[in-house]
């Protein structure tokens, strides 16, 4: 018998052979009636986001034993329920002799004692910690769709942040005879290993394994952001700009509990003492016929000529030039310069250009004072505000921010800007009414810092206009956006005005209202932009791109919304997109999905001008077709090798969303968090998905594909496998993680490739009609297998 096994590597062959193989437990179970160990109850110990769901999932994929996973956000009947309910459930399981893993934060000393009560005689009790970087618990929380708790998208990370603050790790008194500590990703694969080649005979050693440091602290940086707005209102974490205006906190203070936003004029009458009068004196914007009227409001500081000691003189013709440049393109948005100094060279100097060169002073002014407090500090209300990259970010950013930010980087570089929403919780959000912080980068003009231009003004002229430029049009693009109204809403203590609703209205008036004519709006002002073609840069910071190919209808195209050439812009000039593309000939680029709705996911993307989708396609088309799929194939075949477990499909959505002829290639896991819609969903798992064989087919049958009508894209939620029910996204995705079942017998006909063995080189092949005996016979093969492997395990022991 095989006693002790305390790591995953020191399985025997014939366990890994049999978890290999897939075995069937129940069967396992009933033959080994009364010899396997004492059941495990590991419970699960980390923020959400630490990959919790992710972990019980991988052990009950790859599991020897039976796991029943317990999760209080799905435990009644797949809704949220108690924690009663989840001992009760824990309970059961282990009478029926099955082990349990308990899917809860379980923080908290008090949240995981009475789970460590179900150990003892009946069961082993274990715990796994997932005490990854709070860093990346948040990034996670945030990004993911789809959770079956719906704690995700902005929210999330205020609350993983408090919850870390509370955690307590556990230890071997609490009542766990083993803790297994996890610090980052390989960590926990080998503990999903440990786990899922537990046999039914094995057990662990007791004791605490991987523990680098006992007192793990929470980051101070995450603290800091989202410190909640206190009850004196202040929450401001620049100390400068409390020492410069001392009377500011007084001011914020009446105005916070007075719980009522100040009206918008920006004369603040006998409010205030003489000092406030006077801080207010300072705060006011500058240019007096500034007009509060409830414009969306951009505030932004001067870029790059702090640390980056960029020319002030030069930097202040840039930021004029920009700003009536915009205001030639825009009308009904504001722009205030921000500097926290009321000496500031720079507002002087900007204030004096602007009237020379008669910028529109009820639209545009300067203002000193704290503009992570233009609210509470100097009742201006500015919906979006800008950093200079470049300068301290502390004051914004905090963690939160920063995490969001760091997730663009690279789309940030020096003459750019990317969004960066505000979480609804945060103090800015709450308190100021931002919504969303542009971050922007300028041009470098010290030797100190990276990327310096030596002072080359030409460059660095040109480089501070398009920071500026792109800041601007992402300002109207959020002004622009549809979404502009929605954000405002929720529980921020900034009341959304009617006239942003108007603003966007009097813009929208002007432009044809349909989505077709919308994308022509979208197209035109890409080229008011300059830019070439393709999603204006703004809008695909604000919207991504993904969003707008779900917005995308899948009806026929007489039209292509902006967002809907990107495939076309890549098939024509692969060379350009050397990043994405993983394969070119004459007649197709193969690249990656963007937005991989499985673990493998690419495109084959024809190279035939004109061709766009499946209805274009006629019978001069068919030895381009079968290019395509071989190149698919190949692919399909390529990555089976290297991972046995994933099977492809091949084909084409009946009417796509993004234009030039593409065959998708995509592993049957469905394991993306980019599949978040039934329509994603149903796009491949319903005869919208139009297999390649069988495309090629009809088109040497008939001249013609045929086309599946788009409401099958609205049809319920069912497996692939089994073809159940299911009420939600969510619940399918969990059902087919763990869903046995062979694929249906309409998909054994040549549409499927799977990898014909385990083995890196081994050969996979697409199973059609004439070798579907083959399938059934690797079937029947890998039971027998399985029993012989059995039998030797019944032998050994
Ligand atoms: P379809 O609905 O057949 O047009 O699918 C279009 C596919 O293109 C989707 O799977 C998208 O995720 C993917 N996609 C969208 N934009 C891009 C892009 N820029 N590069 C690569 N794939 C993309």
Request: charged share 25%; aromatic share 8%; proline share 4%.
């Amino acid at each position: 018998m095989l006693s002790s096994i305390p790591m995953a590597e020191e399985a025997d062959t014939v366990s890994s052979l049999l978890n290999a193989l897939a075995i069937n437990h129940s069967f396992l179970m009933s033959l080994s009636e009364g010899k396997e160990g004492k059941p495990l109850v590991v419970i699960l110990v980390g923020a959400p986001g630490s990959g919790k769901t992710t972990f019980c999932n991988d052990v009950i994929r790859a599991a020897r034993r039976t796991w029943t996973r317990i999760c209080q956000d799905t435990i009644a009947n797949g809704k949220a329920g108690t924690k009663a309910q989840c001992l009760q459930s824990a309970a059961n399981a282990l009478q029926e002799g099955k082990n349990v893993l308990i899917d809860r934060c379980n923080l908290e000393l008090e949240q995981r004692s009475e789970f460590v009560k179900l150990g003892g005689a009946r069961a082993d009790v274990h715990a796994v910690v997932l005490d990854l970087p709070a860093r990346v618990c948040i990034s996670r929380s945030v990004q993911r769709t789809g959770h079956e708790g719906n704690l995700q998208g902005g929210k999330a990370a205020a609350v993983v942040n408090r919850m870390l603050q509370k955690k307590v790790l556990p230890n071997l008194n609490e009542g766990f005879s083993r803790i297994t500590f996890c610090q980052n990703d390989d960590d926990v694969k080998t503990a999903v290993n440990t786990y899922s080649f537990l046999g039914l005979f094995d057990s662990l050693p007791p004791g605490i394994i991987g523990q680098k440091s006992a007192d793990a602290k929470v980051q101070q940086g995450i603290m800091k952001f989202f410190k909640k707005v206190d009850t004196d209102g202040n929450c401001s974490q620049n100390s400068s700009a409390k020492r410069e205006y001392v009377s500011q906190n007084s001011a914020a203070k009446n105005e916070y509990n007075e719980n009522k936003p100040r009206p918008m004029g920006i004369e603040k009458g006998n409010e205030v003492g003489k000092d406030e009068q006077k801080n207010d004196m300072l705060r006011k914007p500058c240019v007096s016929d500034f007009q509060w009227n409830d414009a969306p409001t951009l505030a932004f500081p001067s870029i790059s000529t702090s640390d980056f000691q960029f020319n002030m003189d030069k930097a202040s013709d840039v930021i004029v030039e920009a700003v009536a440049d915009f205001f030639s393109k825009f009308d009904k948005v504001k722009l205030i310069l921000v500097d926290l100094s009321p000496k500031s060279k720079m507002l002087s100097l900007v204030k004096v250009k602007a009237s020379k060169k008669n910028v529109d002073t009820t639209r545009f002014s300067t203002y000193a004072g704290d503009i992570t407090r233009l609210y509470t500090g100097g009742g201006l209300h500015c919906n979006v505000i800008a950093n200079a990259s470049n300068c301290d970010t502390r004051w914004t950013t905090g963690d939160a921010l920063e995490i969001a930010t760091k997730e663009q980087a690279d789309t940030i570089s020096p003459g750019s800007s990317i969004i960066v929403p505000v979480p609804r919780t945060s103090p800015l959000n709450q308190r100021e009414g931002v919504t969303y912080v542009i971050h922007v980068l300028g041009p470098n003009m010290n030797p100190q810092r990276p990327n310096c231009l030596k002072d080359d003004y030409v460059k660095g002229c040109k480089v501070l206009y398009e920071a500026y430029s792109s800041l601007f049009n992402n300002f109207a693009s959020i002004a622009l956006s549809q979404n502009y109204q929605k954000e405002y809403s929720g529980d921020s203590k900034y009341e959304p005005t009617k006239s942003v609703g108007k603003f966007f209205e009097s813009v929208v008036e002007c432009q044809p209202s349909s989505s077709e004519q919308k994308s022509k709006r979208e197209v035109s002002y890409a080229k008011s932009n300059g830019d070439s073609g393709g999603l204006p840069r703004c809008f695909g910071m604000l919207e991504k791109e993904e969003q707008k190919s779900e917005r995308s209808d899948h009806s026929a195209k007489s039209s292509w919304g902006s967002w809907a050439h990107a495939l076309h812009q890549i098939a024509m000039h692969p060379e350009k997109h050397n990043r994405d593309v993983i394969e070119i000939s004459d007649d197709f680029v193969v690249l990656n999905d963007l937005y991989p709705k499985a673990k493998k996911h690419i495109l084959v993307t024809s190279r035939l001008p004109g061709l766009d989708c499946l209805a274009d396609i006629g019978r001069e088309h068919l030895q381009m077709l079968q290019k395509m799929h071989a190149a698919g194939l190949k692919w399909a075949e390529q990555f089976s090798s290297h991972d046995p477990s994933l099977v492809f499909r091949l084909g084409y959505h009946s009417v796509p969303s993004m234009r030039q002829l593409h065959l998708h290639v995509i592993s049957q896991d469905f394991d993306s968090t980019h599949l978040r819609k039934k329509k994603h969903w149903n796009s491949f798992n319903t005869p919208f998905f139009r297999d390649s064989i069988d495309v090629q087919e009809e088109i040497k049958m008939n001249g013609l594909a045929t086309i599946k009508e788009e409401k099958l894209l609205s049809s319920e939620l069912r497996c692939h496998h089994c073809k159940s029910a299911h009420p939600n996204l969510p619940r399918l995705k969990y059902h087919i993680a763990t869903c046995k079942a062979p694929f249906p017998a309409h998909l054994q006909n040549g549409q499927l490739v799977f990898a014909l063995s385990g083995s890196s080189d081994a050969a996979s092949y697409s199973c059609n009609g004439s070798e579907a005996w083959k399938c059934a016979k690797l079937e029947n093969h890998l039971t027998q297998l399985t029993l012989i492997c059995l039998l030797g395990v019944l032998t050994i022991n």
